[in-house]
């Protein structure tokens, strides 16, 4: 069974850049899918992206300003947040499913049996 442990999460001012960290333990991560999740006080928890046998894809809102990678030797995923808006500041946790996940089933929270404890990440205006 796989254990995750995201890192990088810190208080930003808008406009920065942060990185954050998912490393696993406990399997063969290059065999799992990855994605990033987010839970805003008094929301819901939303997909962020996903890096999978299909590649790569992101929620609208992170278009073009996040970037999801692994490095399958350091058994880590990454998640590169640049242009932060306030709007972005969550608990943002790393989950990962054993084989991948299916193009219809990434977004889902329910696709992934294994998830981090999270990690804060505060952007101020």
């Known amino acids: 069974q796989v254990k995750l442990v995201e890192s990088g999460g810190r208080s930003v001012q808008a406009g920065d850049s942060l990185r954050l960290s998912c490393a696993a333990s406990?399997?063969?991560?290059?065999?799992?899918?990855v994605g990033w999740f987010r839970q805003a006080p008094g929301k819901e928890r939303e997909f962020v992206s996903v890096?999978?046998?299909?590649?790569?894809y992101y929620e609208d809102s992170v278009k073009g300003r996040f970037t999801i990678s692994r490095d399958n030797a350091q058994n880590t995923v990454y998640l590169q947040m640049n242009s932060l808006k306030p709007e972005d500041t969550a608990v943002y946790y790393c989950?990962?499913?054993?084989?991948?996940?299916?193009?219809?089933?990434?977004?889902?929270?329910?696709?992934?049996?294994?998830w981090g404890q999270g990690t804060q990440v505060t952007v101020s205006s």
């Open positions: 989950a990962a499913v054993l084989g991948g996940v299916g193009e219809g089933a990434y977004d889902r929270i329910k696709t992934y049996p294994y």
């Open positions: 406990g399997g063969t991560f290059s065999n799992y899918g």
């Open positions: 890096i999978s046998w299909f590649g790569t």
